[in-house]
């Protein structure tokens, strides 16, 4: 076997144009299951949420879920699709372990939403992703692979399989390849999915969770040299965090580059995601798309939305975040650099629900981008899943606004929220964090502060009030941060100019 040349990115990227694809599945918030009645409810035990019809029992009829059909439609008038006039489910047919009917019920040639686009934008630039299509179909169970190192089968000693899942209605949004990216690929592949769970969540027909799995994307990456053809394409399954899929496709394009670089090609299959290492496995090899033998399903009518209900549906279409963001823009009177970095940070939705909450955008935009980024970076934790609200974010700077903190304080404070220790207000008031304002309280400290530095004190004395930053300096740290600085500045110059 041939050594693999080892490039960098930047060398791989130089020398190949990737051409990026992205499969993402979004499982509905209905309250009931695609074709049949059990509900769908997370984290529920084990194999409690199945009936006669997810469990593919004979003689059972399946019975397609109007609620689904209505979000998919929406789904796909949000991204500029088509609303097909006809359409029918198919049977999808292949080893399913963790599908009790061995197949599953989805759209194959006829789907609801064909020919759309969503416009992305990064660092100013707008690049336009085109939809092929938006498909409905049911998702699969979950298999649990024990007793291994990995969670996967192999190596595993036994596999358990949970049905709840199956069955719950499941959006595929397929897009076309999007070629002309070059280095920037992996961002737009994360902006892409950004774009799209922030469109998602808008229409409110699914809580878009990837820790939950209920926003799933396979991303597909191949490379080809300037000016020839396309190359095979990989699919990297089950992405789970917008993080991740900026790594996978980074990691395609390199593994892939250096195959190519050694002479080598590459092999059209699914391949895995590891988290922790940010590399892919082989997973099973997909030389044939068409290997699924679809046939019409059945048992279930065609579907044919009648137009009038699809205008209905566009017509009470939400804002559209695109719209939203510069709306709210001019509403924060950020520039547009400022709300680039919130767009970038995925802050939006953050900043404006802790303006809901009371507080300024500057002031949710300083917290949210400065002490609560870093620490979401130091963790490589998503913001949102830091464990502080933007209503915890509002109280903790409106104790700064009323001088029980100050921003050094607020920093302490905001350890204790991620701490789980509670609101903002409680940490403080456990942590004995409020800052001391009293005159009485500081005088002793301001006296010390005056009688342990001589020199300062005589140029303050001289008229050079500038100098009596050194002293308030001494008396923040002789109070561990506590006392009030301004009220401390007062007493020092108030000594010393009397």
Not at 83 to 94: C, D, L, Q, T, V
Not at 273 to 293: N, Q, V
Not at 313 to 339: G, H, I, N, T
Request: with cysteine; charged share 25%.
């Amino acid at each position: 076997m041939s050594t693999v040349t080892q490039l960098t990115y930047e060398e791989a990227v130089a020398r190949f144009e990737p051409v990026i694809g992205l499969e993402t599945h979004v499982e509905l918030g209905t309250n009931t299951k695609m074709f049949c009645g059990c509900p769908t409810t997370f984290g529920a035990e084990p194999n409690t949420q199945v009936c006669p019809v997810c469990l593919g029992l004979p003689g059972a009829l399946p019975v397609a879920n109007r609620a689904a059909i209505e979000a998919t439609i929406r789904i796909g008038l949000a991204l500029n699709c088509s609303i097909a006039p006809w359409g029918r489910f198919a049977r999808k047919n292949y080893f399913y372990p963790d599908m009790p009917k061995n197949f599953q019920i989805s759209q194959y040639d006829e789907p609801l939403c064909v020919d759309g686009y969503l416009d992305v934008e990064l660092d100013g630039e707008l690049v336009r992703i085109g939809i092929e299509r938006v498909h409905l179909e049911e998702d699969t169970g979950k298999t649990l692979h024990v007793g291994g190192a990995t969670g996967r089968i192999h190596g595993a000693t036994e596999s358990l399989v949970d049905y709840n899942r199956a069955g719950i209605p499941l959006v595929e949004i397929v897009t076309r390849p999007v070629p002309g990216t070059g280095a920037r690929a992996p961002e737009i592949a994360r902006a892409y999915v950004t774009e799209l769970r922030d469109v998602i969540r808008t229409l409110d027909v699914s809580d878009v969770r990837m820790e939950q799995g209920s926003l799933r994307c396979d991303v597909n990456t191949s490379l080809n040299r300037t000016g020839e053809a396309w190359g095979t394409r990989t699919e990297t399954k089950n992405v789970n965090s917008l993080r991740s899929v900026e790594r996978a496709v980074r990691s395609e394009i390199i593994r892939q580059a250096g195959v190519l670089e050694s002479g080598g090609k590459i092999i059209q299959e699914t391949r895995h995601f590891h988290e922790e290492t940010g590399d892919t496995t082989s997973g099973r090899s997909k030389e044939t798309a068409t290997d699924y033998r679809y046939f019409p399903e059945p048992d279930l009518v065609p579907l044919a939305p009648p137009a009038e209900w699809v205008a209905e549906l566009k017509a009470a279409l939400p804002e559209l975040p695109r719209v939203r963001r510069a709306r709210l823009q001019a509403d924060w009177a950020f520039s547009d650099l400022d709300m680039q970095s919130v767009v970038n940070a995925g802050a939006v939705e953050l900043i404006s629900a802790t303006v809901e909450a009371g507080a300024t955008a500057a002031s949710a935009r300083k917290w949210w981008l400065g002490e609560l980024a870093r620490r979401a970076n130091e963790t490589e934790t998503e913001l949102d899943a830091l464990g502080v609200t933007p209503a915890a974010v509002a109280e903790l700077q409106s104790l700064v606004d009323s001088g029980k903190i100050n921003d050094k304080l607020a920093r302490v404070v905001l350890e204790g929220v991620i701490a789980g220790e509670g609101t903002p207000a409680q940490v403080v008031a456990a942590r004995g964090l409020e800052v001391v304002s009293d005159e009485g309280a500081l005088t002793a400290a301001v006296d010390e502060a005056i009688a342990a530095n001589p020199d300062i004190a005589a140029k303050v004395r001289d008229g050079k009030v500038a100098a009596a930053g050194a002293l308030v300096g001494a008396v923040m740290k002789a109070t561990g941060g506590k006392a009030d600085a301004k009220t401390v500045r007062e007493l020092i110059i108030a000594r010393l100019t009397a």
